[in-house]
């Protein structure tokens, strides 16, 4: 073959997602993609709905009114909004326009995977930093840069391990990095922390300091790809110059319209999910499998070895669970599980009891 790729591309790790089947088994729960359990808003699905009629029509290219939506329940300015196919979109922009070969693109040991992948892909090189005991590492963050360090990504709280940092720890990584290294703060669970900025105030009076946001997790759209990102002007508009203009479908920008609206849904959804997460996490904690604290949709199970969440694993699935077994995440020992509604945190519960008798 002479048709080759650009350098480094071969090395990128084929992106695994959550498993949505099990053979043989009927009665299936899908928690290994951390989904809304409710979907989404119904107001999202008829906007959905009534868009099936103009599908011929190409969408709008800059996505006025829904930043100027977002820009209103959050409070945000809308010409500081940029929006994606997804937030993993606005990741890769974000590597392709300020990291190439020869740049560093810091991340913690259990941060996302699409860091790594994004990173590579624009050629940069990623480097991977301690966390401690699960938690994100200021202290790491600030020794693991570089002076070829651009951007730095943490999610907060974050996924697979659900812990986060507070304002004070933000603060203090915003202030030790270099003014030409961007801070990316991922706030792909920011709804579901309990009056939780997303840490917005941050932002304010610093140009290197970016958030993006996703309509996946609690607006429960992760089938339409929506996401956006939120900083300086000047980024937003680097930004822009890379983005495809009809990124975003019609069906998708009515749906994240109504479904950042409709925040009395938001706001019940939260609520569920703070109920049956700790209920969850007592309960596994009743049978010896402990959990951080999560600030997320799901809880990251320790099991006590690689091998025993292997089994506990194949357990789950052959009762129709499906978890999300997260060795690539440098987590062998744990398993993540999404937070699903009240049967699903039964079975789960019930299933992890007969397998802890069993085993
Ligand atoms: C799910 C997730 C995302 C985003 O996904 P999109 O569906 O692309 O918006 C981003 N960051 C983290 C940490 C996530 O868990």
Request: with cysteine; glycine share 10%; proline share 5%.
């Amino acid at each position: 073959m002479t048709i080759t790729p650009q350098q480094g591309i071969m090395e990128i790790a084929l992106y695994q997602g959550g498993a949505a089947s099990v053979e043989g088994v009927a009665d299936v729960v899908k928690l290994s993609s951390n989904e809304n359990p409710f979907g989404p808003s119904p107001r999202a699905s008829d906007a959905v709905r009534q868009s099936a009629g103009s599908l011929h029509l190409y969408p709008s290219t800059q996505h006025e009114r829904l930043r100027e939506a977002i820009g209103e329940v959050h409070g945000l300015d809308p010409q500081r909004v940029i929006c994606g196919v997804g937030s993993d979109e606005i990741i890769s922009f974000l590597c392709y326009a300020y990291a190439g070969p020869g740049d560093e693109v810091l991340h913690t040991e259990h941060g996302f995977g699409m860091y790594k992948i994004s990173a590579r892909a624009a050629g940069a090189t990623h480097v991977e930093v301690r966390e401690n005991n699960r938690v994100t590492d200021v202290d790491a963050l600030l020794e693991g840069v570089t002076e070829r360090t651009r951007l730095v990504f943490i999610a907060n709280p974050n996924n697979p391990t659900g812990t986060m940092i507070d304002e004070t720890e933000v603060t203090r990584l915003a202030d030790g990095l270099p003014e030409n290294c961007m801070l990316v703060l991922d706030g792909a669970y920011a709804e579901y922390v309990e009056g939780f900025d997303a840490g917005l105030s941050i932002m304010e009076g610093r140009d290197n300091v970016f958030m993006t946001r996703t309509f996946s997790k609690i607006y429960g759209l992760g089938g339409l790809r929506i996401g956006w990102g939120y900083g300086p002007k000047e980024i937003i508009d680097t930004l822009n110059r890379i983005r495809g203009p009809f990124n975003l479908s019609a069906p998708a920008l009515a749906a994240a319209h109504a479904a950042v609206r409709d925040t009395g849904y938001t706001e019940r959804c939260r609520l569920e999910n703070a109920k049956w997460r700790s209920w969850l996490a007592a309960e596994l904690g009743k049978l010896g499998v402990p959990s951080d604290p999560s600030e997320c949709n799901f809880i990251l199970a320790r099991m006590a070895s690689p091998e025993e969440a292997i089994a506990c694993d194949a357990y789950l699935k052959s009762k129709g669970l499906i978890v999300r077994m997260v060795a690539g995440y440098n987590l062998p020992e744990c398993l993540r599980i999404t937070i699903g509604d009240e049967q699903a945190c039964r079975r789960v519960a019930q299933a992890v009891k007969e397998f802890k008798g069993r085993g």
